[in-house]
C-alpha cells in the first residue's frame, strides 16, 4: 500500500522563544529527523564553569537518576 501526501505550508510568523539541547522544531510531515547539536559560546567563556554541588538539606529527586 502507498500512501501519497501532499501538504502546503504558508507561515507569516513563526517566533521561538527558547530551544534547550533536546528540542525538535518540526513543522509538517518528514520522512526522517536528524538529530543537530550546536555548542555557541554567547557569553565568550574563557574558561569551564565551576562543578554543581548539591545544596545543603535537598531533597532526594523522585526518580532516581542512577541504579541503586
Known amino acids: 500500500m502507498?500512501?501519497?501526501v501532499h501538504q502546503s505550508i504558508y507561515i507569516h510568523f513563526l517566533k521561538v522563544g527558547?530551544?534547550?539541547?533536546?528540542?525538535v522544531l518540526q513543522i509538517g510531515?518528514?520522512?526522517s529527523i536528524q538529530a543537530q547539536s550546536d555548542l555557541y559560546n554567547t557569553?565568550?567563556?574563557?574558561?569551564?564553569?565551576?562543578?554543581?554541588?548539591?545544596e545543603s538539606g535537598a531533597e532526594t529527586p523522585l526518580v532516581p537518576l542512577s541504579p541503586p
Open 2 to 4: 502507498h500512501i501519497t
Open 18 to 23: 527558547s530551544v534547550s539541547n533536546s528540542s
Open 29 to 31: 510531515s518528514a520522512g
Open 43 to 54: 557569553g565568550e567563556y574563557t574558561e569551564p564553569a565551576m562543578s554543581a554541588e548539591p
